[in-house]
Nanobody, 114 residues
Framework: QVQLVESGGGLVQPGGSLRLSCAASRSIGSSTAMGWFRQGSGSSRELVALITSSGATNYADFVKGRFTISRDDAKNMIYLQMNKLEFDDTRVYYC????????WGQGTQVTVSS
C-alpha cells in the first residue's frame, strides 16, 4: 500500500506564500505522474498541477504564474510552491500519484485570510 503524506498547509494572508510537501512511501521515479489537486467545501476536486516522470508540468489556468510544482526523486518528495495566494485558493490540497493505479494523500488545509 502506497502512502502519500502532505505537509505545509496553514493560514496565510492574501499575497503570501506557502510551500506544500508530499512524501511518498514508494519510489516516485517509477510513477507515471504526480501532482496536486484541491477541493473546497461542497465542490468537486480539481487539478492544480501535475508533473510527469520526465519533469513535464501542467498547471490549471487559475494558478499559472503563481504556483510551481517540483519533485525530488532522491527523497521521494514533490512540492508545490504557492505564491501570491488569494482568498479563493482556500481549499484542502491533496497529493496525487499515479503508478498502475492512482493514490491520494489525506489532504492539507490551506486557508487564505486577512
Amino acid at each position: 500500500q502506497v502512502q502519500l503524506v502532505e505537509s505545509g498547509g496553514g493560514l496565510v494572508q492574501p499575497g503570501g506564500s506557502l510551500r506544500l510537501s508530499c512524501a511518498a512511501s514508494r519510489s516516485i521515479g517509477s510513477s507515471t505522474a504526480m501532482g496536486w489537486f484541491r477541493q473546497g467545501s461542497g465542490s468537486s476536486r480539481e487539478l492544480v498541477a501535475l508533473i510527469t516522470s520526465s519533469g513535464a508540468t501542467n498547471y490549471a489556468d487559475f494558478v499559472k504564474g503563481r504556483f510551481t510544482i517540483s519533485r525530488d526523486d532522491a527523497k521521494n518528495m514533490i512540492y508545490l510552491q504557492m505564491n501570491k495566494l488569494e482568498f479563493d485558493d482556500t481549499r484542502v490540497y491533496y497529493c496525487y500519484a499515479l503508478w498502475t493505479q492512482p493514490y491520494w494523500g489525506q489532504g492539507t488545509q490551506v486557508t487564505v485570510s486577512s
